[in-house]
């Protein structure tokens, strides 16, 4: 049992191998196996399946009708690229046909001249002897039968005249070959005489032709429908211009669809979606009932199936065009696509029922409108960010839910539940988030022009555009100043803390849920999620050319990042500078404390104190307007946080003051630093917002600072109390701050450094 169990192993393990193996391969060097003459699909089963567990067995099946479509799509791409070729050469064969059959009657014609001098000649050469009365009896015979033959010959070409007027196609196609039948059988005899045999067989030619035309007639004029066009297409094929009647065939169902058209136009005074409708349905059905007539008359012949496919070609660039002219070109001046869309849609369901004809004219239908409708898309998007701009120039920044009325963020809500789920944003943003899943709910049924990649992209772009005019209504925003000079955009500033944040919810929400929902249709699933996943026939190139979801949301999550960025910095710089452009965090702060010989109050310096209260009432009014998506509040407080302690890090004035200035840093000094630092890392973590990255970097500061003391011959370490102090005196400061502090009996040992902490703590309050 384990033997069998570890060859199952074995084999599966060399399956994967093979298969992992097959992958990297060509689709030729896949294929050479069955191209071989030697292949036996019984025996290629049995080798395969032989051993094979049922998973493995649907694993091979996936993997032998994947290798199937491949090979479809490279037979498909082989003979479109080939097909101009094949076409040149088909209508080249059948001139040939036609110049070969016009030598052989020629050639015929001659044979019987010749034939007929011949007899001519013998009979001059007859000598007169003893023999000439028997000979004119001879003679007078014959001459009586060649009266009887020509006289049957007058009555059968009187007939055929009658049955040609009379249009009695079957009956002169009937009387023609037995005409023929008899001049043939006359090349041998002497039935006829010379002059009659050729009177015969010229009359047969001029007679065959001028039934002929009288087809070519029948089959050009417009009433003629149904089985007479279908007889008529048959009788001269019969009579062997098969070329000249699949063309005119062509030409009949060509001026159909000309007078169907006109009438139409002649119905109707707009190209509305009624209209391209009737006009998409009268084009193809065209298309389809010739290709019907076409195959039941001439069968699949290579000429004619080459002729019908490039007549229907024409037909369908024909319409595609007058489709641009006519509604793409005014969808595309306008910027709406939804009218081209619904075209588009329209006329892509008519030409897919040709393709069970193996008409597939999709890809030229689509050629034309790709151009137009990239315009389209352009103005689309430049549209959504010139209406965004001037909204926002009015935005009073509060959020709102979306006016009644307005596109729900998701169709299958019920109208209470979709009120309540729609995102709470302000008056431009909302208009913002209309447009754009407008624009995508457009652009997603045009996925076979391959406009999915372009419309995402676009959108990228309006939303990095849209988010730099939120930018711009931060106080004091350099890029403000840039984008006011350069292109003379005056965004509403937001003044107060919510109207600020109320920034940071607008640009999150749309990142987060709105545009990744109204996108859906567009973005291919990650990569992760496709690994079982059945390619569809012409997707393969599809996430070459559209990013995946992750990447997607990645792009946009850093827009959100860039306009948090400004915001923390913002902030940051007020908390650093004053109005009038000192600096409040610096150096002075601590050195300053050393030359007073009684110690300080110990408590948090005022920077820090509000950057303390300030982080407290952002965390207040984001945990109102960010319900549900606690995180992004998190991080937003973090990286205010950690602005300013990157800041204070980075900050070589302040350190060339602290390591190599007049005054060193002291005891009191490096205790206050510690303090301060400690302060943050702790009302840091009450507030679940201390990174492990603003951890280090508080670290490495205060190592900083005490190596500075150190090298002023001062044991730092000396003079700093335990990390419980820094801790204690923190909590209560935070405490204090906050307004949650009850420190009125501080009657404890005088020995206890909370007690010390705690009557420091309430004298400095009082003061």
Not at 255 to 280: D, E, P, V
Request: charged residues 25%; contains cysteine; negative net charge.
């Amino acid at each position: 049992m384990d033997a069998s169990l570890f060859a199952r192993e074995s084999f599966s393990s060399s399956i994967g191998d093979s298969a992992e193996l097959e992958s990297n391969l060509t689709l030729k060097d896949r294929l050479k196996t069955f191209k071989s003459s030697k292949f036996d699909p019984n025996s290629y089963l049995t080798s395969k399946c032989q051993n094979m567990t049922e998973k493995e067995i649907k694993h091979l099946c996936c993997n032998l009708v994947e290798l199937k479509n491949s090979s479809a799509e490279e037979m498909r791409k082989s003979v479109y690229a080939n097909y101009g070729a094949f076409i040149r050469t088909s209508k080249e064969i059948t001139v040939l046909e036609g110049e070969l059959l016009s030598m052989r009657n020629y050639l015929s014609t001659q044979a019987a001249l010749v034939h007929s001098l011949a007899e001519d000649i013998s009979i001059d050469t007859v000598s007169n002897g003893a023999e000439d009365s028997a000979e004119e009896d001879i003679f007078i015979v014959e001459n009586k039968e060649h009266s009887k033959t020509e006289n049957w010959l007058v009555d059968f070409l009187d007939t055929l005249e009658v049955l040609l007027a009379e249009k009695r196609v079957s009956e002169a196609m009937t009387a023609l070959d037995e005409g023929e039948r008899i001049a043939e059988e006359a090349n041998g005899s002497q039935k006829f005489s010379p002059d009659a045999l050729l009177r015969l067989k010229n009359t047969i030619t001029g007679l065959r032709q001028k039934l002929a035309d009288q087809l070519a007639d029948t089959i050009c004029e417009p009433s003629t429908c149904g089985g007479e066009l279908h007889a008529a297409v048959l009788a001269l094929k019969d009579l062997g211009d098969g070329h000249h009647a699949h063309s005119l065939l062509l030409k009949s169902h060509q001026q159909k669809l000309q007078c169907g058209m006109q009438s139409l136009r002649l119905s109707s005074t707009s190209f509305g979606a009624t209209f391209i409708a009737a006009l998409s349905q009268l084009v193809f059905s065209t298309i389809a009932k010739a290709s019907s007539d076409s195959l039941a008359v001439f069968g699949e012949e290579p000429a004619y199936s080459s002729e019908l496919v490039t007549w229907s070609v024409k037909q369908t660039e024909a319409f595609s065009l007058l489709l641009k002219r006519h509604v793409l070109a005014a969808s595309a001046a306008s910027g709406s696509l939804r009218v081209a869309s619904e075209c588009i849609q329209i006329c892509l369901t008519h030409c897919s029922l040709l393709e069970a004809r193996g008409l597939a004219l999709s890809p030229v239908l689509l050629r034309p409108f790709r151009h137009t409708l990239e315009e389209a898309l352009r103005t689309n998007l430049k549209r959504i960010e010139q209406t965004c701009a001037a909204l926002a120039a009015a935005d009073d920044w509060v959020l709102t839910h979306p006016p009644i009325g307005s596109r729900p963020l998701s169709s299958t809500a019920s109208l209470s539940n979709s009120i309540v789920s729609q995102p709470k944003l302000s008056s431009s943003a909302h208009r913002f988030s209309s447009m754009v899943q407008e624009f995508l709910e457009d652009v997603a049924p045009l996925e076979s022009l391959q406009l999915d990649g372009p419309a995402l992209e676009g959108t990228l772009e309006v939303f990095n555009s849209y988010v730099s005019l939120l930018i711009n209504a931060l106080p004091g925003s350099m890029e403000q100043e840039e984008n006011e000079e350069s292109s003379g955009k005056v965004v509403r500033v937001a003044d107060t803390e919510a109207q600020q944040i109320a920034l940071l919810a607008n640009a999150s929400l749309l990142a987060d849920e709105v545009l990744p929902r109204a996108a859906i249709k567009l973005l291919p699933l990650s990569q992760s999620n496709r690994v079982d996943a059945t390619p569809k026939r012409g997707t393969s190139d599809r996430p070459s050319r559209v990013p995946d979801q992750r990447e997607w949301k990645r792009r946009l999550q850093r827009s959100v990042d860039r306009l948090r960025d400004s915001f923390c910095r913002h902030h940051a710089l007020e908390l650093i500078f004053t109005d009038d452009g000192y600096i409040r965090l610096n150096a002075q702060i601590y050195l300053s404390m050393d030359g007073n010989t009684q110690e300080p109050e110990w408590f948090p310096s005022s920077i820090f104190q509000e950057l303390f209260l300030k982080l407290t009432q952002i965390a207040s009014i984001a945990t109102d307007m960010f319900v549900g998506r606690e995180r992004f509040a998190t991080i937003l407080l973090m990286r205010l946080t950690e602005t300013v302690i990157l800041w204070l890090s980075e900050d070589q004035t302040f350190w060339e003051e602290i390591e190599e200035g007049p005054k060193p840093l002291g005891a009191f000094g490096i205790q206050q630093f510690y303090l301060d630092m400690e302060f943050v890392m702790v009302f840091a973590s009450q507030g679940r917002y201390l990174s492990r990255n603003l951890q280090q970097v508080i670290k490495n500061i205060i190592e900083r600072a005490i190596e500075a003391v150190s090298n002023s011959g001062l044991d730092p370490y000396s003079v700093l109390p335990e990390d419980d102090w820094f801790a204690e005196v923190a909590q209560i400061a935070i405490k204090l701050l906050t307004g949650k502090g009850n420190f009125g009996n501080v009657d404890r040992e005088v020995t206890s450094p909370t007690a010390s902490v705690m009557s420091s703590v309430v004298s400095h309050g009082s003061n």
